[in-house]
């Protein structure tokens, strides 16, 4: 033991001139390269959402030979897409801050290459990648403020490290789905949001930032749109503590405004099959999944029971006993069934609220979707074959983590009794920041549980590892400041 003290103690002083922020920016960097950009590189292959965003921003399948689907969608990752050459008449059908994104990407990438007519989705993940080591550098520089020891700041640099860039995310990047954007800004909001709170920071630069951050984040994917309200009611919260600032408190409003009416523009923006897809599986993923009488369940909800033949079906099926585009279904389906009524059917009946909760937290914990490749084809490996290059924490809330709802209820229960004992004990010596730190961690664990409650009833079970994909990354954000919280402590008794 006293061998292992001193080896410390001389770690310790190694690592005392060592900037913990940029060693994790550096890591994210090195990590990332060699993940996304070096062969064979990683990505998550398409399944079939992919067009809705690239064809309002110019861009089109290479190959759109019919025979090769099979390939293109779930088997393997595509990096290369074509650019297109003339006028876009393609419908707007999805409504996405992904843009902001994907339009810059497309100029890197025409710039650095000189090829217009071939856009690499690599850039896009480059530029993913740098906001991502953003959010490392202020989230390491959060955590670790506190602590005295280096050693101790360092396994916390790691473990960010060892979570966030695991290949089960940061493979995303090299995609086209929402979740690529959300990952980052996620942490990049919070990582801002923290960063103001631990050091007093409640700059206006700082606070727009916060602003632009979290509104990208939330509105790369329509899901997440109530995400917004969330978001207004913590910045009242920021008004509430920083009331004597007149800046912020301006810029506050403002910033409420804006969240509330974002919020209901990209709830409004879901509509058309979109809609009806989703409303499909709330219903036949959802209420009537494995049920024994479908026929009554229908009937009581006041829709023809001749329906109950689509139960525990998917939208997309080969072979479907209903022809699911006939036009005359929204008037004698989907009109008699809102997200009102499966929010209304769940309240009354507390049994399948708990079927569908033991079913949203069993595959809550699973980072990567489920049937999605992670290779390109030229790499020679198997059609939907996963890559495990860093991704020991993936596996790990894979294979070892209980995850059901009771261990679900156990994590949360643990956090916030000691999340509650911290908020109550600033609030006795009024440390207004440490009070706000907490607030800012129930904004963190709101966002991923209401993408577990909105996945279910808005979407059934129907493609659920990708749609809790944010459960995740709060749950993980929690572990983190868990682990931070008792390491602080062993500081302190060192010291």
């Keep these: 033991m006293k061998k292992l003290r001193n080896l410390i103690g001389k770690l310790d002083k190694l690592l005392l001139k060592v900037n913990f922020p940029i060693l994790a920016v550096i890591l994210v960097f090195f990590i990332g390269s060699i993940t996304l950009f070096i062969k064979p590189i990683i990505g998550v292959a398409d399944n079939g959402d992919f067009f809705r ?23 393997y990752f595509q990096k290369d897409y074509g650019i297109n050459q003339f ?26 290459t000189g090829n217009d007519k071939v856009f690499d989705i690599r850039f896009l993940a480059a530029i993913l990648l740098i906001f991502q080591a953003i959010a490392a550098y202020l989230l390491v520089k959060v955590f670790t403020n506190d602590i ?67 509104f990208i984040f939330f509105g790369a994917k329509q899901q997440l749109a109530p995400t917004g309200i969330l978001l207004a009611i913590l910045t009242w919260r920021i008004i509430c503590y920083k009331n004597n600032k007149k800046s912020v408190k301006v810029i506050s409003i403002l910033m409420i405004i804006t969240f509330v009416i974002g919020a209901a523009f990209f709830y409004k923006s879901i509509e058309g099959d979109f809609n009806f897809i989703n409303r499909y599986h709330s219903l036949n993923r959802g209420i ?55 929010l209304k059917y769940y309240a009354l009946h507390p049994k399948d609220m708990i079927k569908m909760a033991k079913i949203g937290f069993g595959n809550a914990y699973y980072i990567r979707p489920m049937v999605q490749g992670n290779y390109e084809k030229s790499a020679g490996k ?26 679900s209820i156990a994590y949360i229960g643990l956090f916030f009794f000691y999340s509650i004992k911290r908020y109550i004990n600033a609030r006795n010596y009024d440390r207004d920041n440490d009070c706000l730190f907490e607030e800012a961690y129930l904004y963190v664990f709101l966002v991923g549980f ?46």
């Design 382 to 407: 198997l059609p939907g074959e996963k890559s495990y290059f860093f991704s020991r924490w993936d596996l790990f809330k894979a294979d070892i983590l209980p995850h059901n709802l009771l261990a």
């Design 87 to 112: 006028y876009n008449d393609s419908q707007r059908l999805l409504i996405s801050t992904q843009s902001l994104l994907i339009r810059p990407a497309i100029f890197l990438s025409k710039l650095i």
């Design 288 to 342: 009537l999944l494995d049920e024994n009488d479908p026929d009554k369940i229908l009937e009581d909800m006041g829709i023809n029971n001749q329906y109950s033949l689509l139960e525990n079906t998917i939208y997309f099926s080969d072979v479907s006993q209903i022809d699911l585009n006939d036009k005359s279904l929204k008037e004698k389906y989907y009109d008699h069934f809102t997200i009102l009524d499966i």
């Design 53 to 75: 965003i690239i064809s309002q921003n110019d861009l089109h399948y290479l190959n759109n030979n019919p025979a090769d689907e099979n390939e293109r969608f779930l088997s």
């Design 148 to 214: 005295k020891r280096p050693t101790l700041k360092l396994i916390i640099t790691l473990l960010y490290i060892f979570i966030f860039i695991d290949t089960g995310y940061i493979a995303y990047f090299n995609s086209f789905y929402g979740e690529g954007v959300n990952i980052p800004f996620f942490l990049l909001s919070v990582g801002i949001l923290l960063y103001m709170i631990k050091f007093n920071k409640f700059k206006w630069y700082n606070m727009i930032a916060f602003l632009v951050t979290s």
């Design 450 to 495: 209401s993408q577990i409650v909105i996945s279910l009833v808005g979407a059934g079970d129907a493609d659920l590892s990708k749609h809790e994909l944010m459960y995740n990354v709060s749950w993980d954000m929690m572990f983190l400041y868990f682990i931070v919280n008792v390491i602080k402590r062993k500081d302190k008794k060192e010291v």
